[in-house]
């Protein structure tokens, strides 16, 4: 009866105990480990990890009341985080490279943090008075021009590239790099 109930309690509290053992603690060895080491593929693992670790961890708080209503979400988190976690899954860099990384490239976040700047003399920063000053300056012909040229087309869009194309000329790039050979100056054992 002992063993039994002793078992019984162990796969109840399955998630609570090896949630912080899967989460924390094996990252944190890893981490470690790869701080001592000077590849930067395990560098870049476990960095991206910690990032999306935050990224859960800021999830589970700001929808703790709605989470608790929901008995699967510890073990659906302990799975997620083993994807994340395991070598063999690579899943942190997985959900990084197609879900983080465009959306810090693109920069098509609308920024609810913007606060309007005011000015020494507390003054509202107004366009429609920024206008009339720069009207009162350069004269009404120098307003239209500036006009004009704002509303002409930017090519900065067509310029940037997407997430592949600029994959694609970093393995380019690299085996140019190769193809090179040996160079006396690049210390290969220097870490950044």
């Known amino acids: ?33 790869a701080i001592e080491t000077k590849s930067q593929v395990d560098d870049q693992q476990w960095l991206t990890y910690w990032v999306l670790y935050s990224f859960i961890t800021l999830f589970e ?18 799975f997620f985080n083993c994807w994340l976690v395991l070598p063999c899954f690579n899943g942190a860099a ?3 490279e197609h ?3 465009p959306m810090f490239l693109n920069r098509q976040i609308v920024n609810i943090w913007y606060v309007p ?5 507390s003054k509202p920063d107004d366009v429609l008075l920024a206008a009339e000053k720069y009207i009162e300056l350069n004269g009404p012909e120098a307003f239209e021009k500036l006009i004009s040229k704002s509303s002409e087309p930017s090519n900065f869009r067509s310029r940037r590239l997407s997430v ?29």
């Open 99 to 101: 879900f983080v990384r």
């Open 117 to 121: 700047r005011k000015d020494k003399l």
């Open 94 to 96: 997985y959900v990084y």
């Open 164 to 192: 592949l194309q600029e994959a694609k000329a970093d393995r380019t790039g690299k085996a140019e790099r190769e193809s090179w050979g040996e160079n006396p100056f690049y210390d290969k054992s220097y870490r950044h």
């Open 61 to 78: 708080l700001t929808f703790a009341p709605i989470l608790e209503w929901l008995p699967f979400w510890p073990y659906g988190k302990l």
């Open 1 to 33: 009866m002992g063993s039994g109930s002793f078992l019984k309690v162990l796969a109840k509290n399955f998630d609570i105990l090896a949630g912080p053992l899967v989460s924390l603690a094996y990252p944190l060895y890893a981490s470690v480990r």
